[in-house]
């Protein structure tokens, strides 16, 4: 069924609207998911389903050629106490679709689909190409993109939708959080302690603050250490036997997570303990075909400090969409439409000359 790419954006757009109007916060995608295999089943597509995940092959899938990945989430976080729209109410303004994840990443989402269906029934093409729109990114969830991977034949190379202004991201930051713990010495507040763990914390807050890894990346820069959680104390009249920090660290593509996590459990001024390690930094060869197709129609690459569902992956993958990153979680979310109508033409561009090279 071939159809042509304006009535294929129209639909994708209705689509997103469908989509906003029913919540999907991250674990509760069921009527989402149905949505997306109703609209594919609409051109033809025959699609599967593993939890919430709705994932499909085109139609001349050939088991000899290396496979191209379409994924995006359908999953949002739940919406901010300063919005003043209903965040379900999915309504165009000065050319502006508003609503919960019209940006994040309802766009890149309907956009990527929109571009498998252009491709759906292609012949002659040097990948396969998998389309998946996925659940539970937001809170990296048991049943999101990781629990579809093992299913799914070997991927050679991914697009993960997510609002880029459809400029590359061509590297992106890892991240590990841990917990720390500040000792001291617990005491009745009017008692001399020479071991306070607040005060102790001081030296500790500065060394976070203050210490840099060797390693800088050309296109990541450092690996980043944030504090960004402290607590301590219950009374007054008691110095509390320790404080509790929560460390975030945004891990550049010249560190492993192991790498950083082993260090810093040796050399930090506390006890740090890593909640996962399996949020890895992710990165495309510059050189690769599917970037070299991009610069070749204008679009800049850059290193992106966010993470997404590239960390599940362990193929070389770009992050590429419609919308900008800066309106995600923000109140009142929206998407412009022509971001969307630029951004189906361009995916459908970029795969062109990707998916066409000998």
């Not at 309907?110 to 012949?123: I, P, W």
């Not at 009017?190 to 306070?196: D, G, I, K, Y």
């Not at 036997?241 to 593509?253: E, K, M, P, Q, T």
């Amino acid at each position: 069924m071939k159809v042509e790419q304006e009535q294929l954006t129209n639909k994708a757009i209705a689509l997103l609207k469908k989509l906003i109007a029913t919540p999907s916060f991250s674990g509760e995608e069921d009527e989402t998911g149905d949505a997306i295999e109703v609209w594919l089943h609409g051109f033809g597509v025959k699609t599967q389903r593993q939890f919430n995940n709705i994932y499909a092959f085109n139609k001349h899938y050939d088991e000899g050629k290396p496979t191209l990945l379409l994924n995006s989430h359908h999953d949002t976080v739940k919406p901010n106490t300063a919005y003043t729209k209903d965040p379900f109410d999915a309504h165009v303004e000065d050319g502006k679709l508003y609503g919960l994840g019209s940006n994040d990443a309802g766009g890149c989402l309907v956009s990527l689909l929109a571009t498998f269906v252009h491709f759906y029934e292609r012949e002659n093409l040097n990948h396969n190409i998998i389309m998946a729109a996925t659940a539970e990114e937001e809170d990296a969830g048991e049943k999101s993109l990781r629990a579809l991977l093992p299913i799914l034949p070997e991927i050679d190379v991914a697009i993960v939708g997510e609002p880029t202004l459809m400029d590359l991201a061509i590297a992106e930051k890892g991240l590990i959080v841990f917990d720390g713990v500040v000792e001291g010495t617990p005491s009745h507040a009017a008692h001399p302690n020479n071991n306070n763990s607040i005060y102790n914390s001081i030296e500790v807050l500065n060394w976070f603050k203050n210490y840099s890894f060797d390693k800088v990346s050309d296109t990541l820069g450092e690996v980043k250490m944030t504090v960004t959680q402290i607590s301590a104390g219950h009374q007054h009249n008691v110095v509390p036997a320790h404080v509790n920090l929560v460390v975030d660290v945004r891990v550049n593509d010249r560190y492993t997570n192991q790498e950083i996590a082993k260090y810093l459990e040796q050399e930090a001024p506390c006890k740090l303990t890593p909640r996962s390690l399996r949020l890895n930094s992710s990165a495309i060869d510059p050189e690769h075909g599917l970037v070299k197709s991009g610069i070749g129609l204008g679009r800049k690459t850059y290193g992106s400090p966010t993470l997404s569902d590239q960390a599940a992956l362990s193929c070389q993958s770009v992050k590429l969409g419609p919308g900008d990153s800066t309106r995600s979680h923000s109140a009142n979310e929206f998407i412009h439409l022509h971001e969307i109508e630029e951004g189906i033409d361009l995916y459908i561009k970029i795969l062109e000359g990707f998916l066409s090279e000998n």
